[in-house]
């Protein structure tokens, strides 16, 4: 779509146009085309006028205005007038609002947790939401039912508390829809006994600085790739080093990723258990063996139901199930009957996803026939039905990129069963140490008005060839927090 930018000052908010573009038309690419705009084309023209912007929007042959006035020419405020006239003259043309309005991003929980933050009640903080920009109803109670998880969840923590995630990069297999960093541990087996060398490595180092510092670990998040890939005697290993090294004395959340029912054995389930996680993931994406072919998993669904059981029979009280809405070769139906399946399972946390293309998955290369946006997004209206039938709510959500329907991910939770981790990681609460390969650490200070991020390499090879930077990289977090105590 071509974008033309008329006024000068709006020259500096291509992203907003671009972002309000792919929401509402996605798909689309961006054009700046130096010439005025044709008569017919797609294209979208924004202007000032009178303390407004003005979008007028030509759309197949048909044009629709939108407009929307500001209080004054600051970066923030042009660039969300110019949101909503876009989004206005695109919705007349669409002749349809969108779940979401005209909020892009991927955290759409900041908003109202900022309004309660600043004392207005729940139900003002919806219905800003709903007025200023037309998030539907459904939607805007659910970012604020995570806002008030959010605000309960930044009011527990302390200053001198941080989460810490460790991963581990290797899966069995490499989904379709995959585009982690994850290594088939089949092709790279070599790798694995090195990894968790280098991995306990970083770990003692990072331990070593939060003691120093005198930092306590509120939560602990073991992900990946697929943690229960390794052996029983390397995760053995490599939880009772967290534990022995890591200053856990305020712990209250102990999760680890068990996922792929392939991956699952009473050997390992017991260590976890001997090693003090409290959490665990079993995560069977659907239920529909059809759809676990043509996504590249190994295992039926029934594999599924035998691994939560077993996790049940071994002592696990709080398991998370995630669903994934809108991948191939699934419909409405079987998305329905995947969630009532593990509805009758009762874990206490289910996260529905909508599927998202991202560059390097096999989705994305190969183009694989999936459910249009319509019925993915009738499949996310019924978890939101279902779950709430069933007791659940919501306590975290995020947006991203290429999904669709241009929908969400939502974390849901029996009562008192929230992972206090998923809500820091997403709402940016807390500082969070991530350690393996692909890890951010991300270092936040009070407030949140600055984060500082520090990578890993991405990839395991690279991971192990870059021991020293690794090691040396926990200097940083000294200085941040030594910063932070000066302030």
């Known amino acids: 779509m071509k974008l033309y930018m008329l006024a000068p000052p709006l020259s500096a908010h291509k992203y907003a146009a671009e972002q309000m573009m792919l929401t509402l038309f996605p798909g689309q690419h961006p054009e700046y085309p130096e010439t005025p705009p044709q008569p017919g084309e797609d294209s979208a023209a924004f202007s000032l006028e009178d303390n407004a912007v003005t979008a007028r929007v030509v759309w197949e042959g048909r044009e629709a205005l939108g407009r929307s ?18 989004y206005q003259a695109g919705t007349a043309l669409l002749g349809r609002e969108l779940p979401w309005g005209a909020l892009t991003g991927v955290r759409p929980v900041k908003l109202p947790t900022r309004d309660l933050r600043e004392g207005f009640s729940p139900k ?33 923590l302390a200053p001198d508390q941080v989460s810490v995630y460790v991963g581990v990069p290797f899966c069995p297999t490499r989904c379709a829809y995959c585009s982690f960093v994850s290594a088939d541990v089949g092709k790279t087996l070599k790798l694995v006994d090195p990894y968790v060398e280098l991995l306990l490595e970083e770990l003692d180092a990072a331990a070593a600085v939060l003691r120093r510092l005198g930092l306590q670990v509120r939560s602990f998040y073991m992900g990946g790739g697929t943690p229960t890939v390794l052996s029983a005697p390397q995760l053995d ?39 003090g996680v409290g959490r665990i993931s079993i995560n069977p994406q659907t239920l529909e063996d059809q759809v676990l072919e043509a996504i590249g998993r190994r295992h039926s669904s029934q594999d599924i139901i035998e691994a939560f059981e077993l996790a049940r029979a071994t002592g696990f009280d709080c398991i998370n199930m995630d669903l994934i809405a809108g991948l191939p070769q699934d419909n409405f139906y079987g998305f329905y009957a995947s969630l009532v399946r593990v509805l009758e399972l009762e874990p206490e946390n289910v996260t529905i996803h909508t599927l998202a293309l991202k560059k390097g998955s096999r989705l994305m290369e190969d183009g694989s026939a999936l459910p249009c946006g319509e019925e993915t997004a009738a499949m996310l209206d019924f978890s939101i039905e279902a779950l709430h039938g069933n ?59 600055e984060i500082l991020r520090l990578a890993n390499p991405k990839y395991p090879q690279d991971y192990l060839s870059a021991r020293e930077k690794i090691l040396g990289q926990k200097a940083e977090l000294s200085a941040f927090f030594q910063g932070q105590e000066a302030l």
């Not at 006035?69 to 876009?86: I, N, V």
């Not at 919806?126 to 959010?150: I, K, N, T, W």
């Not at 939880?239 to 054995?265: H, M, N």
């Not at 975290?396 to 849901?412: C, D, I, P």
């Open 124 to 156: 003002q903080a919806q219905a800003r939401l709903q007025e200023r920009y037309h998030v539907s109803p459904m939607r805007a109670q659910m970012a604020v039912d995570c806002a008030q998880a959010s605000r309960a969840a930044e009011l527990s």
């Open 237 to 275: 290993r490599v939880l009772s080093a967290c534990r022995e090294k890591l200053p856990l004395a305020a712990c209250t959340e102990y999760t680890v990723e068990a996922g792929r029912p392939d991956t699952i054995t009473q050997e390992k389930l017991k260590v976890l258990k001997a090693c």
């Open 391 to 449: 007791g659940f709510r919501p306590y975290y959500l995020y947006r991203q990129k290429y999904m669709s329907g241009a929908l969400e991910n939502v974390g849901w939770t029996q009562p008192g069963r929230e992972s206090l981790y998923n809500i820091v990681m997403m709402e940016e609460l807390q500082s969070v140490l991530s350690l393996g390969a692909g890890g951010v650490t991300k270092l936040i200070r009070p407030g949140g008005q």
């Open 69 to 86: 006035p500001f209080q004054e020419p600051s970066y923030r405020e042009l660039a969300g007038a110019l949101k909503l006239a876009f």
